[in-house]
């Protein structure tokens, strides 16, 4: 008796470890993912979708994944791409291991029998400064299990986006790995069941600076189908370096390089240097509304190189030759609080000198023109007083419209001129239980509606939450799963109410608060007011210096430029 019990054990233990494992055999090889817990749901993490090049290659495209025969146990392990560490711990807390090959797929699957599910890819934001793919995850709104989710990490800061435009160092590193790893979801996902052929990508901040900017790539086109951008836009002054040169040049004189004329030792300066030593200098508290390294217009080398972008994001936009998909796009009412934690700093030097808070994106042919600009910025927001503890609101309203509102509205307007007839545009404005600094105001922060429908970062789960965030959980989740079953946030024979498409007027939008309200223009005297400045200063993005000064043996090493 006592050994048939044993059997029977042995039996149930068998079967329980087959339902906490799934195995799947894909392009690469055979890989196990677990069970979620508490979840109908199974997870596969840190599966390489490319590599990432290493020592003095370290900045340039990524190369092909690896491929094993044994099953590969995509267990978890927060893998991070090397990014500043101080700046990570402060804003991502968590434990992470950091690692040069960094270039790591996370696929969530829900447990159906059910095959060619649609697919959400989703970007994470950080200012293309910090971030990983594992810190979003979704599995709420994966309870109807009809989709697959994937995120994914990739290079950030100067390992991403240090652009010279030479063959080691060409730039955009960071976006090609955005593109591999949407390469690699067309070639495997079907493997987990999912539809190549319905991917939307999802993302906020910088990754949905990223979405846009993919859309416009046409590196990146046929590889997805729908895009929901979140509290970010290709137009922000952060999102295009201005000029990638100087940038590079700026940055190595940060680290006590000082010989930034010569391009082959720049290249070489950075080829050589660890990135624990490149990355040890943060930029995160810039008053141009920059972080510096970001996605960059490149320089045609020649043959073999793929550039992710050969224009302006504003140039194609005007000319309209890009696909245009579906579009989910929008911002919350105080995005301005991702700027708050600087404010005790830099309401004493906005009095000083506003113009020192003009975006990098504006060009000025005097100092006193410069001058002009900033005042009529100052009087537009703080009506020419000094910027203090009492007018706090002006200070967050400057930077949601500067940094985030107006460039998405800006792109609106430019998408529907170009034909584009399907987006659909949106405020949310749900306020959370931070108070905003000095008043009595709860705050709808940076991001507030990613938060909405992606699980909690800190893992607690929505019982510790009021009923009221718990039905704004509930709408944001349904309106975003009808995106991206539809392609349209409120469907045909949906009881919600109608929300047509933006118009070149930049309207309507919906307000999502307490509930939806279909309203006429959004912001319309903020965009006046910008439409004004930007149309007479905008400054454009310009090319890295293109590849020159070239004999047999490489670069003349004398050469200025």
Aim: glycine share 6%; with cysteine; aromatic share 12%.
């Amino acid at each position: 008796m006592k050994i048939r019990s044993c059997v029977v054990l042995l039996c149930v233990t068998a079967l329980l470890a087959e339902e906490e494992w799934l195995e799947i055999n894909t392009p690469q090889g055979p890989v196990r993912g677990r069970k979620y817990p508490g979840k109908e749901l199974f997870a596969f993490y840190n599966i390489p979708y490319a590599t990432a090049p290493t020592g003095v290659h370290k900045f340039k495209a990524p190369l092909p994944p690896p491929n094993w025969t044994e099953p590969y146990d995509a267990v978890e392990m927060n893998f991070v791409c090397p990014q500043n560490e101080q700046i990570l711990k402060e804003f991502m807390p968590e434990k992470v291991l950091m690692n040069e090959n960094c270039l790591v797929a996370n696929v969530f699957v829900p447990r159906t029998a059910e095959e060619n599910l649609s697919v959400i890819v989703y970007i994470h934001g950080g200012a293309f400064l910090i971030g990983y793919g594992n810190r979003n995850k979704a599995t709420q709104l994966m309870i109807k299990r009809d989709f697959i989710m994937v995120t994914f990490n990739y290079r950030l800061g100067v390992h991403g986006f240090l652009c010279l435009g030479t063959e080691d160092i060409p730039g955009n590193a960071g976006m090609k790995d955005q593109v591999a790893a949407l390469r690699w979801v067309k070639k495997n996902i079907a493997s987990f069941g999912g539809n190549p052929k319905d991917v939307t990508l999802a993302g906020s901040s910088s990754g949905a600076a990223s979405i846009e900017l993919l859309m416009l790539s046409k590196m990146a086109e046929g590889l997805f189908h729908r895009i929901i951008p979140e509290s970010g836009g290709s137009l922000a002054a952060y999102v295009v370096q201005r000029d990638p040169l100087e940038i590079a040049r700026y940055h190595a004189k940060k680290l006590n390089f000082h010989n930034t004329h010569s391009l082959f030792d720049l290249e070489e300066f950075y080829k050589k240097k660890s990135l624990q030593f490149l990355t040890s200098i943060s930029h995160f508290n810039r008053t141009d509304s920059t972080f510096l390294f970001s996605p960059c217009v490149e320089t045609e080398i020649g043959r073999g190189h793929e550039p992710f972008l050969s224009e302006s994001p504003i140039k194609i936009l005007e000319a309209g030759k890009y696909k245009k998909l579906p579009m989910l796009y929008g911002f919350t009412r105080m995005e301005g609080m991702l700027r708050i934690g600087y404010f005790d700093i830099w309401k004493h030097k906005m009095y000083q000198k506003f113009s020192d808070f003009l975006p990098a994106d504006l060009k000025f042919y005097s100092e006193e023109e410069r001058m002009e600009i900033a005042r009529a910025i100052k009087n537009f927001y703080f009506r020419n007083r000094p910027v203090g503890d009492d007018n706090v609101l002006g200070y967050i309203d400057f930077f949601t419209d500067l940094m985030v509102a107006y460039p998405i509205l800006r792109a609106v307007q430019l998408h529907v001129k170009a034909g584009h007839k399907q987006i659909y545009l949106y405020e949310y404005s749900y306020p959370s239980e931070d108070k905003v600094p000095h008043t009595n105001l709860r705050s709808t922060d940076h991001c507030a509606q990613s938060r909405a429908w992606l699980d909690n970062y800190d893992g607690k789960t929505e019982i510790y939450e009021d009923r009221n965030y718990q039905y704004i959980r509930k709408l944001v989740r349904e309106i975003w799963h009808n995106f991206m079953k539809t392609g349209k946030p409120v469907p045909p024979g949906s009881p919600m109410p109608p929300w047509p498409p933006v118009g070149p007027d930049r309207s309507p939008h919906m307000v999502i608060g307490p509930g939806m309200d279909l309203r006429g223009k959004l912001l319309e005297r903020i965009t006046n007011f910008w439409d004004k400045i930007y149309q007479s200063h905008y400054r454009d993005a310009i090319r890295s210096p293109p590849l020159k000064f070239r004999s047999s043996s490489g670069y003349i090493q004398n050469k200025k430029f």
